[in-house]
């Protein structure tokens, strides 16, 4: 068995071509290049390094691991300790099927809080047991044995509900002179008549990375729509790191770059654009934006 780059938990992987298929326990499925797996072991990651790109791929299942995004990955800043215990409870709602239903959590689950070992990991358990959102059943060898409680399905209830009095939609895009039409006259326009005002972060061509400015605004936002024309390693991360916060994500591509597109990323609804239809891809905007969030309340003047 293969450890994984990451975690180095033993991994199955297989073979695809240029690239290998990983199934980790910790981690979840990813897919790696040969030129990436040669950078990552050839380039020193700090232990927090490596279980924030833990925890991020496992928010992110079937994520593609390029040369050309490893920095970004690297780069992936630590949530502080409420929002890691604030992913730990989500991702323990997810694996609870009936209120009331015992979990049995071991090492593999570290990635749930983005834990950088099994004593930080118990730090958050802890943190939840204190403020009555879990409950200690009593623990096995190398395991602990919780349960949510009433408090806990309160304040889930609570946090799923992000930032609702935001009227701030962030857009995530490729910042090409050929993409500038295309937020003007349809992106732009399509969240303003929504509602809501667009946030574009432009960083230019230098730099993929999420820097604190980003990070900022995106946490600012009532949503954040993602373009993926281009295939930027920005877009993908900026889209992940939303979807972890709980904030909708509106996914868009232009028609032809369609089938460029992570297989992790089709599952989802994504509307489709082509060059010379900017009003029918503007009104496909509001429309998306207004029957999953509800028409904003920012009021903009057309002139």
């Known amino acids: 068995m293969e450890p994984c780059l990451f975690c180095r938990s033993e991994i199955a992987f297989r073979k695809n071509g240029l690239s290998s298929d990983v199934k980790c ?20 990651f700090t232990k927090r390094q490596a279980a924030n790109i833990s925890g991020w791929l496992r928010e992110n299942q079937g994520f593609f691991i390029g040369a050309d995004n490893l920095n ?3 780069g992936i800043p630590t949530p502080s300790f409420h929002e890691r215990a604030d992913k730990l409870l989500l991702n323990l709602e997810a694996l609870t099927t ?28 802890n943190y939840l047991y204190s403020v009555k959102y879990l409950v200690d059943i009593g623990s096995t060898i190398g395991n602990n044995r919780v349960k949510i409680v009433s408090g806990g399905w309160a304040y889930l209830d609570r ?5 609702q009095q935001s009227t701030q939609g962030f857009v995530a895009m490729w910042f090409s002179k050929d993409m500038y039409n295309v937020y003007e006259q349809a992106i732009s326009v399509g969240i303003l008549n929504a509602g809501y005002l667009p946030h574009r972060v ?14 900022a605004q995106i946490r600012r936002s009532r949503f954040v729509l993602a373009d993926f024309t281009g295939h930027r390693g920005g877009v993908y991360y900026e889209a992940g790191f939303a979807k972890g916060l709980g904030l909708e994500v509106i996914w868009t591509c232009r028609e032809d770059a369609l089938d460029e597109l992570h297989f992790d990323i089709r599952q989802y609804n994504c509307i489709t654009w082509s060059q010379d239809k900017h009003t029918d891809f503007s009104k496909k905007i509001t429309n998306r934006i ?14």
């Open 202 to 215: 432009d960083l230019g061509e230098f730099s993929d990375k999420i820097d604190d400015e980003i990070i």
């Open 72 to 74: 970004s990955l690297k």
């Open 290 to 303: 207004e029957a999953v969030l509800g028409q904003g309340s920012y009021k903009h003047s057309a002139n």
């Open 25 to 44: 326990p910790r981690c979840g499925n990813y897919t790696v290049t040969s030129t990436a797996i040669r950078k990552i072991r050839g380039e020193q």
């Open 98 to 125: 009936y209120a009331g239903e015992t979990l049995e959590l071991n090492n593999s689950c570290l990635s749930m809080a983005w834990a950088l070992n099994q004593n930080e990991f118990i730090e958050f358990l």
């Open 159 to 163: 946090i799923k509900k992000v930032n």
